[in-house]
């Protein structure tokens, strides 16, 4: 079994500041992590993955993340932010094992909000 | 390439009523997972289709249940509606399980 925490609910910023939203998870077993992104009224965007290899993943808008095996963590960061960054981020975990299929662990989700 | 598409958007019940949510995948993407959002609970998994057997469920009551047809398409269906069942549900889907997967807008489901 799996299990994500976000350590922080909201994260108020403002404009061309740097952000750093925090992610640890526990897992018995070898794990996929992900970031995704909700706006309002909306489904869930992917922003990056880590399957393999460097553990410092680019993706959208800007953002990346950095795996650490030993302390567990998959920290998403941005360098500087815009007012439309604000949104819902949620972190999440899936088994690697390909019997286990797609089953997504998230976590509970940090509110961005990026004031002017 | 099209994204996933779930329909309808939006959907109001009476508590006791059965409902039915569908959900098309990318093309060429087999695995079919679905989630429930709660401001409570958050985000939790139901179950994922793949190949149109189920290869795994959460843990939610007999009344969630779904299926998955020959084109991947899948269908939710919840019997007796309850006032928990408030939900935003989201579909996903995936090209083999296990790797990245892509959400549809969800289905806002309110029971009354």
């Known amino acids: 079994a799996q299990s994500v925490t976000q350590l922080d609910s909201q994260v108020p910023v403002f404009e061309e500041a740097p952000v750093e939203l925090r992610c640890n998870y526990s897992?018995?077993?070898?794990?996929?992590l992900f970031w995704y992104v909700q706006y309002p009224n909306q489904g869930l965007q992917l922003l990056l993955k880590y399957l393999s290899g460097s553990t410092l993943v680019k993706g959208i808008n800007g953002f990346e993340a950095e795996f650490n095996k030993s302390q567990t963590s998959f920290h998403l960061r941005k360098p500087s932010v815009h007012i439309s960054d604000t949104a819902e981020y949620f972190c999440?975990?899936?088994?690697?094992?390909?019997?286990?299929?797609?089953?997504?662990?998230f976590g509970e989700g940090t509110q961005l909000t990026v004031n002017p | 390439k099209a994204g996933v598409t779930q329909t309808p958007r939006y959907l109001i019940k009476t508590r006791g009523q059965q409902v039915t949510l569908s959900c098309s995948p990318i093309s060429g993407h087999r695995s079919v997972s679905w989630y429930q959002q709660t401001p409570g609970q958050g985000l939790q998994f139901l179950f994922e289709y793949f190949s149109e057997t189920q290869r795994n469920k959460g843990n939610f009551p007999g009344r969630f249940s779904g299926r998955q047809f020959s084109n991947s398409r899948s269908e939710m269906n919840v019997s007796t509606l309850e006032l928990g069942d408030s939900a935003l549900y989201l579909c996903?889907?995936?090209?083999?399980?296990?790797?990245?997967?892509?959400f549809g807008p969800g289905t806002r489901l309110t029971v009354t």
């Open positions: 996903a889907s995936s090209i083999l399980g296990g790797s990245e997967q892509y």
């Open positions: 999440a975990v899936s088994d690697r094992r390909e019997t286990s299929g797609s089953r997504l662990t």
């Open positions: 897992s018995s077993v070898s794990v996929y």
